[in-house]
Protein backbone atom coordinates (compact mmCIF):
# COMPACT_ATOMS: atom_id res chain seq x y z
CA UNK A 1 0.00 0.00 0.00
CA UNK A 2 2.98 2.07 0.71
CA UNK A 3 3.86 2.32 -2.79
CA UNK A 4 0.60 2.67 -4.22
CA UNK A 5 -0.29 5.84 -1.78
CA UNK A 6 3.06 7.32 -3.28
CA UNK A 7 2.22 6.92 -6.82
CA UNK A 8 -1.12 8.81 -5.73
CA UNK A 9 0.88 11.70 -4.11
CA UNK A 10 2.63 11.80 -7.53
CA UNK A 11 -0.12 12.93 -9.60
CA UNK A 12 -1.26 15.74 -6.95
CA UNK A 13 0.27 19.15 -7.61
CA UNK A 14 0.25 21.36 -4.50
CA UNK A 15 -1.76 24.87 -4.84
CA UNK A 16 -0.31 26.01 -1.37
CA UNK A 17 2.77 26.75 0.64
CA UNK A 18 4.34 24.11 2.43
CA UNK A 19 2.78 23.83 6.05
CA UNK A 20 4.49 24.56 9.18
CA UNK A 21 3.77 21.88 11.42
CA UNK A 22 7.43 22.23 13.59
CA UNK A 23 5.26 25.57 14.90
CA UNK A 24 2.52 23.15 16.58
CA UNK A 25 2.20 22.05 20.09
CA UNK A 26 4.89 19.03 21.24
CA UNK A 27 2.47 15.88 20.27
CA UNK A 28 0.12 17.64 18.05
CA UNK A 29 -3.35 15.54 17.99
CA UNK A 30 -3.42 13.05 14.66
CA UNK A 31 -6.48 13.87 12.75
CA UNK A 32 -7.68 12.15 9.53
CA UNK A 33 -10.31 13.46 7.30
CA UNK A 34 -11.73 10.71 5.23
CA UNK A 35 -14.40 11.25 2.25
CA UNK A 36 -15.84 8.34 0.72
CA UNK A 37 -14.82 9.41 -3.35
CA UNK A 38 -11.94 7.94 -5.02
CA UNK A 39 -8.45 10.66 -5.55
CA UNK A 40 -10.04 13.07 -8.48
CA UNK A 41 -13.43 13.37 -6.58
CA UNK A 42 -11.75 13.73 -3.29
CA UNK A 43 -10.18 16.71 -4.79
CA UNK A 44 -13.17 18.24 -5.59
CA UNK A 45 -14.82 18.26 -1.60
CA UNK A 46 -13.58 21.88 -1.07
CA UNK A 47 -15.44 22.00 2.14
CA UNK A 48 -13.08 19.18 3.55
CA UNK A 49 -9.74 20.12 2.06
CA UNK A 50 -10.33 23.69 3.63
CA UNK A 51 -10.96 22.04 7.05
CA UNK A 52 -7.41 20.35 6.18
CA UNK A 53 -5.78 23.48 4.63
CA UNK A 54 -6.86 25.77 7.95
CA UNK A 55 -5.94 23.09 10.82
CA UNK A 56 -2.95 22.21 9.12
CA UNK A 57 -2.01 26.51 8.61
CA UNK A 58 -2.72 27.58 11.91
CA UNK A 59 0.16 27.28 14.91
CA UNK A 60 -2.40 27.30 18.06
CA UNK A 61 -4.53 24.44 16.72
CA UNK A 62 -2.50 21.23 18.55
CA UNK A 63 -3.67 19.04 15.64
CA UNK A 64 -2.29 17.78 12.12
CA UNK A 65 -4.61 16.92 9.67
CA UNK A 66 -4.21 13.96 7.16
CA UNK A 67 -6.18 12.99 4.22
CA UNK A 68 -7.88 9.75 3.39
CA UNK A 69 -10.21 8.72 0.98
CA UNK A 70 -11.80 5.47 -1.37
CA UNK A 71 -8.24 5.09 -2.92
CA UNK A 72 -8.36 4.04 -6.36
CA UNK A 73 -6.59 0.83 -5.82
CA UNK A 74 -8.88 -0.72 -3.51
CA UNK A 75 -11.09 -2.31 -5.54
CA UNK A 76 -8.02 -4.82 -6.77
CA UNK A 77 -6.62 -5.31 -3.10
CA UNK A 78 -10.11 -7.40 -1.72
CA UNK A 79 -8.58 -6.64 1.71
CA UNK A 80 -5.56 -8.52 1.14
CA UNK A 81 -3.28 -6.34 2.31
CA UNK A 82 -3.13 -4.28 5.78
CA UNK A 83 -5.37 -1.72 7.35
CA UNK A 84 -6.15 1.38 5.52
CA UNK A 85 -3.34 4.52 5.88
CA UNK A 86 -3.31 8.12 5.39
CA UNK A 87 -2.37 9.51 2.30
CA UNK A 88 0.59 11.94 3.41
CA UNK A 89 1.75 10.07 6.76
CA UNK A 90 1.00 6.76 5.67
CA UNK A 91 0.17 5.83 8.96
CA UNK A 92 -2.76 3.21 10.26
CA UNK A 93 -5.66 5.75 10.47
CA UNK A 94 -6.87 3.62 13.50
CA UNK A 95 -4.44 5.13 14.98
CA UNK A 96 -5.37 8.60 14.71
CA UNK A 97 -6.92 10.70 17.43
CA UNK A 98 -10.01 11.87 15.59
CA UNK A 99 -11.44 10.62 12.05
CA UNK A 100 -13.74 13.28 10.63
CA UNK A 101 -15.75 11.31 7.64
CA UNK A 102 -17.59 14.10 5.14
CA UNK A 103 -20.63 12.53 3.70
CA UNK A 104 -22.70 14.41 1.57
CA UNK A 105 -25.85 12.71 1.29
CA UNK A 106 -27.87 9.32 2.73
CA UNK A 107 -26.20 7.73 -0.58
CA UNK A 108 -22.79 7.92 0.91
CA UNK A 109 -23.77 5.71 4.10
CA UNK A 110 -22.94 2.02 2.09
CA UNK A 111 -19.36 3.66 1.82
CA UNK A 112 -18.60 4.77 5.48
CA UNK A 113 -18.99 0.93 6.35
CA UNK A 114 -16.58 -0.20 3.38
CA UNK A 115 -14.40 2.44 4.83
CA UNK A 116 -14.43 1.23 8.16
CA UNK A 117 -14.14 -2.42 7.27
CA UNK A 118 -10.52 -1.17 5.04
CA UNK A 119 -9.75 1.13 8.60
CA UNK A 120 -10.21 -1.70 10.98
CA UNK A 121 -12.38 -0.21 13.65
CA UNK A 122 -16.18 -1.16 14.97
CA UNK A 123 -18.68 0.40 13.35
CA UNK A 124 -20.24 1.74 16.76
CA UNK A 125 -19.53 4.34 18.87
CA UNK A 126 -20.25 1.99 22.06
CA UNK A 127 -17.37 -0.80 20.78
CA UNK A 128 -15.02 2.13 20.73
CA UNK A 129 -12.85 3.95 23.10
CA UNK A 130 -10.67 6.31 20.98
CA UNK A 131 -10.42 7.59 17.97
CA UNK A 132 -13.00 10.16 18.05
CA UNK A 133 -15.46 9.83 14.95
CA UNK A 134 -16.71 12.75 14.03
CA UNK A 135 -19.01 13.16 10.76
CA UNK A 136 -19.97 16.10 8.73
CA UNK A 137 -21.98 17.57 5.73
CA UNK A 138 -24.90 17.61 4.27
CA UNK A 139 -25.54 13.86 4.82
CA UNK A 140 -26.21 14.97 8.31
CA UNK A 141 -28.66 17.10 8.20
CA UNK A 142 -30.77 14.36 9.85
CA UNK A 143 -28.23 13.25 12.31
CA UNK A 144 -30.02 9.80 13.41
CA UNK A 145 -30.08 7.43 10.68
CA UNK A 146 -26.13 7.06 11.83
CA UNK A 147 -26.00 8.24 15.28
CA UNK A 148 -24.97 4.86 16.38
CA UNK A 149 -21.50 4.90 14.44
CA UNK A 150 -20.54 8.46 15.15
CA UNK A 151 -19.47 9.70 18.63
CA UNK A 152 -19.88 13.62 17.53
CA UNK A 153 -21.95 15.07 13.99
CA UNK A 154 -21.21 17.92 13.26
CA UNK A 155 -24.23 20.77 11.93
CA UNK A 156 -23.85 23.61 9.80
CA UNK A 157 -20.20 25.18 9.40
CA UNK A 158 -17.30 22.56 10.50
CA UNK A 159 -14.21 25.03 11.03
CA UNK A 160 -15.05 26.47 14.29
CA UNK A 161 -16.36 22.95 15.98
CA UNK A 162 -13.84 20.49 14.53
CA UNK A 163 -10.82 23.60 15.78
CA UNK A 164 -12.84 23.63 19.39
CA UNK A 165 -12.71 19.69 19.40
CA UNK A 166 -9.45 19.23 18.85
CA UNK A 167 -8.34 22.24 21.56
CA UNK A 168 -10.56 19.99 24.05
CA UNK A 169 -9.67 16.69 23.08
CA UNK A 170 -5.95 17.44 22.90
CA UNK A 171 -6.82 19.02 27.15
CA UNK A 172 -8.62 16.18 27.74
CA UNK A 173 -5.65 13.15 26.56
CA UNK A 174 -2.94 15.35 28.78
CA UNK A 175 -5.38 14.59 31.65
CA UNK A 176 -5.88 10.96 30.89
CA UNK A 177 -9.93 11.90 30.43
CA UNK A 178 -12.13 8.75 29.48
CA UNK A 179 -14.21 9.47 25.83
CA UNK A 180 -17.46 9.75 28.17
CA UNK A 181 -15.55 12.47 30.10
CA UNK A 182 -14.46 14.12 26.71
CA UNK A 183 -17.96 14.17 25.49
CA UNK A 184 -19.87 15.33 28.68
CA UNK A 185 -17.19 18.55 28.28
CA UNK A 186 -17.99 18.73 24.51
CA UNK A 187 -21.63 19.41 24.75
CA UNK A 188 -21.83 23.18 24.96
CA UNK A 189 -19.98 23.73 21.42
CA UNK A 190 -22.15 25.20 19.32
CA UNK A 191 -22.51 23.40 16.22
CA UNK A 192 -21.91 19.45 18.23
CA UNK A 193 -24.16 17.17 18.04
CA UNK A 194 -23.46 14.06 20.44
CA UNK A 195 -25.69 11.15 19.87
CA UNK A 196 -25.43 9.47 23.59
CA UNK A 197 -26.68 12.08 25.07
CA UNK A 198 -30.58 11.85 23.53
CA UNK A 199 -32.71 8.47 23.35
CA UNK A 200 -36.00 8.45 22.09
CA UNK A 201 -39.59 7.22 24.16
CA UNK A 202 -41.61 5.34 21.67
CA UNK A 203 -45.48 4.90 21.31
CA UNK A 204 -47.50 1.68 20.95
CA UNK A 205 -47.46 2.30 17.03
CA UNK A 206 -43.23 2.59 16.75
CA UNK A 207 -43.74 6.46 16.34
CA UNK A 208 -41.52 8.71 18.58
CA UNK A 209 -43.55 10.35 21.36
CA UNK A 210 -40.61 12.10 23.27
CA UNK A 211 -37.06 12.51 22.32
CA UNK A 212 -35.11 12.97 25.93
CA UNK A 213 -31.79 14.79 26.68
CA UNK A 214 -29.72 12.96 28.55
CA UNK A 215 -27.63 15.86 29.17
CA UNK A 216 -28.13 19.55 30.59
CA UNK A 217 -28.68 21.39 27.63
CA UNK A 218 -32.05 21.79 26.10
CA UNK A 219 -31.34 23.19 22.22
CA UNK A 220 -28.96 21.81 19.62
CA UNK A 221 -27.54 25.34 17.57
CA UNK A 222 -26.24 25.21 14.24
CA UNK A 223 -23.05 26.57 13.66
CA UNK A 224 -24.25 29.13 10.32
CA UNK A 225 -21.55 29.90 7.91
CA UNK A 226 -18.60 31.67 9.12
CA UNK A 227 -16.18 30.67 6.99
CA UNK A 228 -13.58 33.53 7.93
CA UNK A 229 -10.01 31.91 7.27
CA UNK A 230 -11.06 29.62 4.66
CA UNK A 231 -9.40 29.29 1.10
CA UNK A 232 -12.56 28.22 -1.26
CA UNK A 233 -10.23 26.57 -3.33
CA UNK A 234 -8.65 23.49 -4.35
CA UNK A 235 -5.39 22.87 -1.97
CA UNK A 236 -4.41 20.13 -3.68
CA UNK A 237 -4.77 19.84 -8.30
CA UNK A 238 -5.20 16.21 -9.19
CA UNK A 239 -4.59 15.60 -13.15
CA UNK A 240 -4.24 19.14 -13.63
CA UNK A 241 -7.79 19.66 -12.42
CA UNK A 242 -8.19 23.00 -9.95
CA UNK A 243 -11.72 23.95 -8.92
CA UNK A 244 -13.25 27.23 -7.19
CA UNK A 245 -15.80 27.74 -4.69
CA UNK A 246 -16.92 30.97 -5.78
CA UNK A 247 -20.72 31.34 -3.68
CA UNK A 248 -22.14 29.47 -0.75
CA UNK A 249 -25.73 29.27 0.09
CA UNK A 250 -28.89 30.47 -2.15
CA UNK A 251 -30.83 33.64 -2.55
CA UNK A 252 -34.14 31.84 -3.24
CA UNK A 253 -36.02 29.48 -0.59
CA UNK A 254 -37.34 27.04 -2.44
CA UNK A 255 -39.67 24.43 -0.61
CA UNK A 256 -37.70 21.25 -1.05
CA UNK A 257 -34.12 22.56 -1.32
CA UNK A 258 -31.74 22.97 1.54
CA UNK A 259 -29.36 25.25 -0.11
CA UNK A 260 -31.90 28.57 1.04
CA UNK A 261 -31.47 27.61 4.20
CA UNK A 262 -27.24 29.02 4.46
CA UNK A 263 -26.88 32.97 3.67
CA UNK A 264 -25.96 33.43 0.51
CA UNK A 265 -22.42 35.03 0.29
CA UNK A 266 -19.71 35.21 -2.83
CA UNK A 267 -16.31 35.71 -2.65
CA UNK A 268 -14.72 39.00 -4.14
CA UNK A 269 -14.36 39.30 -7.86
CA UNK A 270 -11.02 39.92 -7.41
CA UNK A 271 -9.84 37.07 -5.18
CA UNK A 272 -11.43 34.53 -7.88
CA UNK A 273 -9.86 35.87 -10.35
CA UNK A 274 -6.01 35.91 -8.37
CA UNK A 275 -7.12 32.35 -7.66
CA UNK A 276 -7.30 31.44 -11.46
CA UNK A 277 -4.03 33.01 -11.68
CA UNK A 278 -2.62 30.72 -9.33
CA UNK A 279 -4.18 27.82 -10.64
CA UNK A 280 -2.86 28.54 -14.25
CA UNK A 281 1.08 29.06 -12.76
CA UNK A 282 0.76 25.82 -11.35
CA UNK A 283 -0.19 24.09 -14.55
CA UNK A 284 -3.88 23.76 -13.91
CA UNK A 285 -5.59 22.77 -17.82
CA UNK A 286 -9.01 22.27 -16.38
CA UNK A 287 -10.77 25.02 -14.37
CA UNK A 288 -14.45 24.05 -12.29
CA UNK A 289 -16.61 26.80 -11.29
CA UNK A 290 -18.60 25.54 -7.69
CA UNK A 291 -21.69 27.63 -6.32
CA UNK A 292 -24.71 26.60 -4.55
CA UNK A 293 -26.21 28.70 -7.78
CA UNK A 294 -23.80 29.60 -9.69
CA UNK A 295 -25.70 31.95 -11.52
CA UNK A 296 -26.30 34.33 -8.80
CA UNK A 297 -22.71 35.37 -8.73
CA UNK A 298 -22.96 38.83 -10.14
CA UNK A 299 -19.16 38.84 -12.16
CA UNK A 300 -20.08 35.62 -13.53
CA UNK A 301 -19.94 36.43 -16.83
CA UNK A 302 -16.61 38.44 -16.40
CA UNK A 303 -14.89 35.82 -14.72
CA UNK A 304 -15.59 32.96 -17.71
CA UNK A 305 -14.18 35.88 -19.92
CA UNK A 306 -11.20 36.11 -17.74
CA UNK A 307 -10.68 32.26 -17.48
CA UNK A 308 -10.86 31.79 -21.25
CA UNK A 309 -8.30 34.52 -21.83
CA UNK A 310 -5.81 32.58 -19.80
CA UNK A 311 -5.37 30.18 -22.92
CA UNK A 312 -6.39 26.48 -23.35
CA UNK A 313 -7.77 26.34 -20.19
CA UNK A 314 -11.04 23.70 -19.64
CA UNK A 315 -14.17 25.12 -18.42
CA UNK A 316 -16.39 23.06 -16.05
CA UNK A 317 -19.87 24.97 -14.22
CA UNK A 318 -22.07 23.36 -12.38
CA UNK A 319 -25.97 23.25 -12.66
CA UNK A 320 -27.96 26.83 -13.88
CA UNK A 321 -31.41 28.05 -12.36
CA UNK A 322 -33.36 28.24 -15.38
CA UNK A 323 -35.10 32.29 -14.53
CA UNK A 324 -31.23 33.53 -13.89
CA UNK A 325 -30.04 32.43 -17.53
CA UNK A 326 -29.01 35.34 -19.97
CA UNK A 327 -28.32 35.24 -23.31
CA UNK A 328 -24.70 37.41 -22.41
CA UNK A 329 -24.12 34.17 -19.92
CA UNK A 330 -25.21 31.49 -22.50
CA UNK A 331 -22.80 33.25 -25.15
CA UNK A 332 -20.04 33.25 -22.84
CA UNK A 333 -20.34 29.27 -21.76
CA UNK A 334 -20.53 28.95 -25.81
CA UNK A 335 -17.67 30.74 -26.67
CA UNK A 336 -15.51 29.18 -23.94
CA UNK A 337 -17.10 26.27 -24.47
CA UNK A 338 -17.98 24.92 -21.69
CA UNK A 339 -18.94 22.08 -20.16
CA UNK A 340 -21.51 21.24 -17.50
CA UNK A 341 -20.38 19.18 -14.69
CA UNK A 342 -22.59 16.63 -14.71
CA UNK A 343 -21.10 15.85 -18.22
CA UNK A 344 -17.70 16.19 -17.58
CA UNK A 345 -17.56 14.02 -14.41
CA UNK A 346 -20.31 11.34 -15.21
CA UNK A 347 -19.91 11.32 -18.22
CA UNK A 348 -16.53 11.93 -19.26
CA UNK A 349 -17.72 13.67 -22.15
CA UNK A 350 -16.05 17.71 -23.13
CA UNK A 351 -18.70 18.63 -25.69
CA UNK A 352 -19.94 21.78 -25.19
CA UNK A 353 -22.82 21.50 -22.89
CA UNK A 354 -25.28 23.12 -20.10
CA UNK A 355 -26.91 21.64 -17.36
CA UNK A 356 -30.30 23.73 -16.24
CA UNK A 357 -32.27 23.40 -13.25
CA UNK A 358 -36.37 23.89 -13.99
CA UNK A 359 -36.99 20.92 -11.52
CA UNK A 360 -40.36 20.77 -12.24
CA UNK A 361 -42.32 22.82 -14.71
CA UNK A 362 -46.26 23.03 -14.11
CA UNK A 363 -47.27 26.84 -12.86
CA UNK A 364 -48.84 25.17 -9.95
CA UNK A 365 -46.47 22.81 -8.53
CA UNK A 366 -43.59 25.61 -9.35
CA UNK A 367 -45.61 27.99 -7.28
CA UNK A 368 -46.47 25.37 -4.41
CA UNK A 369 -42.61 24.52 -3.90
CA UNK A 370 -41.72 28.60 -3.70
CA UNK A 371 -39.96 28.16 -7.32
CA UNK A 372 -38.94 31.39 -8.17
CA UNK A 373 -40.54 31.47 -11.89
CA UNK A 374 -43.87 30.35 -13.53
CA UNK A 375 -44.20 27.83 -15.84
CA UNK A 376 -44.77 29.91 -19.17
CA UNK A 377 -41.51 31.24 -18.78
CA UNK A 378 -39.84 27.87 -19.61
CA UNK A 379 -40.34 27.85 -23.66
CA UNK A 380 -38.65 31.01 -24.04
CA UNK A 381 -35.90 30.40 -22.26
CA UNK A 382 -35.72 27.12 -24.05
CA UNK A 383 -35.98 29.28 -27.25
CA UNK A 384 -33.17 31.71 -26.12
CA UNK A 385 -30.45 28.45 -24.93
CA UNK A 386 -31.50 26.50 -28.37
CA UNK A 387 -30.13 29.55 -30.21
CA UNK A 388 -26.51 28.78 -29.12
CA UNK A 389 -26.53 24.91 -30.28
CA UNK A 390 -24.96 23.03 -27.52
CA UNK A 391 -23.87 19.75 -27.96
CA UNK A 392 -25.55 18.43 -24.75
CA UNK A 393 -28.72 19.74 -22.69
CA UNK A 394 -28.93 18.43 -19.33
CA UNK A 395 -32.12 19.30 -17.32
CA UNK A 396 -33.03 18.66 -14.02
CA UNK A 397 -36.01 17.75 -13.19
CA UNK A 398 -38.25 15.98 -10.43
CA UNK A 399 -41.27 14.15 -10.31
CA UNK A 400 -43.88 15.51 -7.62
CA UNK A 401 -46.39 12.62 -8.50
CA UNK A 402 -49.15 14.42 -10.19
CA UNK A 403 -50.66 14.09 -13.41
CA UNK A 404 -50.91 18.02 -14.28
CA UNK A 405 -47.24 18.04 -13.63
CA UNK A 406 -46.39 14.99 -15.24
CA UNK A 407 -48.16 16.52 -18.40
CA UNK A 408 -45.83 19.32 -18.20
CA UNK A 409 -42.72 17.52 -17.95
CA UNK A 410 -43.76 15.21 -21.07
CA UNK A 411 -44.45 18.33 -22.95
CA UNK A 412 -41.51 20.62 -22.54
CA UNK A 413 -39.09 17.59 -22.78
CA UNK A 414 -41.24 17.37 -26.45
CA UNK A 415 -41.10 21.24 -27.09
CA UNK A 416 -37.08 20.48 -26.42
CA UNK A 417 -36.76 18.19 -28.73
CA UNK A 418 -38.73 19.44 -31.70
CA UNK A 419 -36.69 23.06 -30.81
CA UNK A 420 -33.13 21.94 -30.33
CA UNK A 421 -30.65 20.63 -33.32
CA UNK A 422 -30.52 17.27 -34.45
CA UNK A 423 -26.62 17.11 -32.95
CA UNK A 424 -27.95 18.42 -29.68
CA UNK A 425 -28.20 15.60 -27.10
CA UNK A 426 -31.16 16.21 -24.38
CA UNK A 427 -30.72 14.73 -21.38
CA UNK A 428 -33.68 14.23 -18.50
CA UNK A 429 -32.26 13.55 -15.16
CA UNK A 430 -35.77 12.86 -12.81
CA UNK A 431 -35.83 12.27 -9.25
CA UNK A 432 -39.22 11.48 -7.18
CA UNK A 433 -39.25 14.58 -4.61
CA UNK A 434 -37.17 13.97 -1.95
CA UNK A 435 -38.75 15.43 1.70
CA UNK A 436 -35.13 16.21 3.10
CA UNK A 437 -35.28 17.18 6.63
CA UNK A 438 -34.70 20.99 6.95
CA UNK A 439 -36.85 22.27 4.52
CA UNK A 440 -41.01 23.10 4.00
CA UNK A 441 -41.30 20.11 2.28
CA UNK A 442 -39.99 17.61 4.86
CA UNK A 443 -42.96 15.74 6.00
CA UNK A 444 -44.58 15.06 2.61
CA UNK A 445 -44.79 11.61 1.05
CA UNK A 446 -42.12 10.11 -1.07
CA UNK A 447 -43.25 8.69 -3.67
CA UNK A 448 -43.15 4.68 -3.86
CA UNK A 449 -40.29 3.06 -6.51
CA UNK A 450 -43.53 1.68 -8.54
CA UNK A 451 -45.52 4.46 -8.75
CA UNK A 452 -42.44 6.62 -9.85
CA UNK A 453 -41.93 4.15 -12.49
CA UNK A 454 -45.12 3.94 -13.90
CA UNK A 455 -44.52 7.88 -13.91
CA UNK A 456 -41.94 7.78 -16.04
CA UNK A 457 -43.16 5.59 -18.44
CA UNK A 458 -46.40 7.83 -18.60
CA UNK A 459 -43.48 10.84 -19.39
CA UNK A 460 -41.98 8.91 -22.16
CA UNK A 461 -45.70 7.61 -23.96
CA UNK A 462 -46.54 11.55 -23.75
CA UNK A 463 -43.81 12.46 -25.36
CA UNK A 464 -43.89 9.39 -28.01
CA UNK A 465 -47.78 11.12 -28.85
CA UNK A 466 -46.28 15.00 -28.66
CA UNK A 467 -43.72 13.92 -30.82
CA UNK A 468 -44.84 10.93 -33.70
CA UNK A 469 -42.39 8.46 -32.54
CA UNK A 470 -41.33 6.34 -29.39
CA UNK A 471 -37.63 5.83 -31.13
CA UNK A 472 -35.73 8.79 -29.01
CA UNK A 473 -32.71 7.70 -30.51
CA UNK A 474 -29.50 9.66 -29.17
CA UNK A 475 -31.39 12.95 -29.03
CA UNK A 476 -33.77 12.41 -25.75
CA UNK A 477 -32.89 10.45 -22.73
CA UNK A 478 -34.76 9.73 -19.97
CA UNK A 479 -32.65 9.05 -16.59
CA UNK A 480 -34.62 8.57 -14.06
CA UNK A 481 -32.87 8.03 -10.57
CA UNK A 482 -32.18 4.24 -9.72
CA UNK A 483 -34.69 2.11 -8.03
CA UNK A 484 -31.90 1.34 -5.15
CA UNK A 485 -30.84 5.02 -4.53
CA UNK A 486 -35.04 5.76 -4.04
CA UNK A 487 -35.33 3.10 -1.39
CA UNK A 488 -32.37 3.91 0.38
CA UNK A 489 -32.87 7.28 0.69
CA UNK A 490 -36.36 6.52 1.40
CA UNK A 491 -36.13 4.41 4.04
CA UNK A 492 -32.66 7.12 5.92
CA UNK A 493 -33.64 10.64 4.89
CA UNK A 494 -36.20 10.76 7.28
CA UNK A 495 -35.26 7.72 10.08
CA UNK A 496 -34.20 7.68 13.24
CA UNK A 497 -31.02 5.83 14.93
CA UNK A 498 -33.07 2.38 14.82
CA UNK A 499 -32.52 2.54 10.90
CA UNK A 500 -28.68 1.99 11.35
CA UNK A 501 -28.98 -1.57 12.29
CA UNK A 502 -30.69 -2.33 9.29
CA UNK A 503 -28.09 -0.19 7.13
CA UNK A 504 -25.28 -2.49 8.95
CA UNK A 505 -27.28 -5.34 7.92
CA UNK A 506 -27.46 -4.63 4.85
CA UNK A 507 -23.63 -4.44 4.30
CA UNK A 508 -22.89 -7.35 6.05
CA UNK A 509 -25.41 -9.35 3.62
CA UNK A 510 -23.77 -7.58 0.56
CA UNK A 511 -26.58 -5.69 -0.47
CA UNK A 512 -25.70 -2.24 -2.44
CA UNK A 513 -27.13 -0.07 -4.37
CA UNK A 514 -27.19 -1.38 -7.37
CA UNK A 515 -28.75 -4.72 -5.93
CA UNK A 516 -31.28 -2.90 -4.11
CA UNK A 517 -34.92 -3.58 -4.97
CA UNK A 518 -37.62 -3.57 -3.04
CA UNK A 519 -37.82 -7.36 -2.85
CA UNK A 520 -34.28 -7.49 -1.44
CA UNK A 521 -35.16 -4.45 0.93
CA UNK A 522 -37.47 -6.74 2.60
CA UNK A 523 -35.43 -9.19 3.64
CA UNK A 524 -34.07 -6.57 6.44
CA UNK A 525 -37.22 -4.42 6.87
CA UNK A 526 -41.04 -5.46 6.90
CA UNK A 527 -43.04 -3.41 3.98
CA UNK A 528 -45.03 -1.81 6.77
CA UNK A 529 -42.13 -0.47 8.25
CA UNK A 530 -40.95 1.22 4.57
CA UNK A 531 -44.86 2.48 4.15
CA UNK A 532 -43.76 4.13 7.15
CA UNK A 533 -40.71 5.62 6.29
CA UNK A 534 -41.85 7.11 2.92
CA UNK A 535 -45.41 8.42 4.34
CA UNK A 536 -46.45 12.15 4.62
CA UNK A 537 -45.84 13.14 8.42
CA UNK A 538 -48.43 14.94 10.45
CA UNK A 539 -47.98 18.10 12.03
CA UNK A 540 -48.41 16.16 15.02
CA UNK A 541 -45.55 13.91 14.40
CA UNK A 542 -42.30 14.61 16.05
CA UNK A 543 -39.85 14.41 13.68
CA UNK A 544 -36.25 12.45 14.50
CA UNK A 545 -34.46 16.35 14.34
CA UNK A 546 -37.23 18.13 16.53
CA UNK A 547 -35.11 18.90 19.31
CA UNK A 548 -32.54 20.74 16.57
CA UNK A 549 -33.32 24.23 16.10
CA UNK A 550 -33.45 24.92 12.31
CA UNK A 551 -36.17 27.09 12.60
CA UNK A 552 -38.55 25.75 9.72
CA UNK A 553 -41.40 27.60 9.61
CA UNK A 554 -44.34 24.90 11.14
CA UNK A 555 -47.06 26.89 9.41
CA UNK A 556 -45.25 26.95 5.83
CA UNK A 557 -45.38 23.12 6.22
CA UNK A 558 -49.46 23.05 6.95
CA UNK A 559 -49.93 25.24 3.86
CA UNK A 560 -47.55 23.21 1.82
CA UNK A 561 -49.54 19.77 2.94
CA UNK A 562 -53.08 21.65 2.39
CA UNK A 563 -52.29 22.16 -0.93
Known amino acids: MHERLR ?141 DFFDVIILGEGVQPLEKLTTM ?35 GAGKIEKINLKSDYSTIKIQRGNTEGLRGSSVVMVDRFASLLVATGCKEKCHFCQLGRDRFSVIAEEQAKQTIDDFVRVGARVIGLQAGTLTQVPYLTDLIKYISSKGNIKLIVGSLLLNEITDELLECLKTSQAISSRAYYLEGTERSSINIAPETVASHTLRRLNRPFEGEAIDPILRRIARYNFDEVIMNLM ?59 YVKSRIAQKIGTTEFGNRLTLQPLPEGCILYEAITMRNDRRIGKVLENMHRKGIGLESLDKRTLFTVISEEEYEQCRSEKALTDILPWDHIKYGVSLEKQRVLLQE
Not at 46 to 70: E, K, M, S, W
Not at 171 to 200: M, V, W
Open 169 to 203: LYESKKRGDSKQAFLHNARGITGIYIPTHFDFQLN
Open 7 to 147: DLRKKEIRLTESYNLEAKVVDPLNVVLVTPRNHFFSALSIGHLALYDYINRTPNIPAVVDRAFFYDFLKDLEGKEGPLLGLENEKEIRRADIIGFSLSNPLEFPQFFKLMDLIRLPYKSVDREFPILVGGGHGFTNPEPMA
Open 399 to 457: DVGDKASLDAMGDMLAFAYKLFAEHTSIVAQVNPLIPSPNTVAQRMEMLDVDTFRKDMD
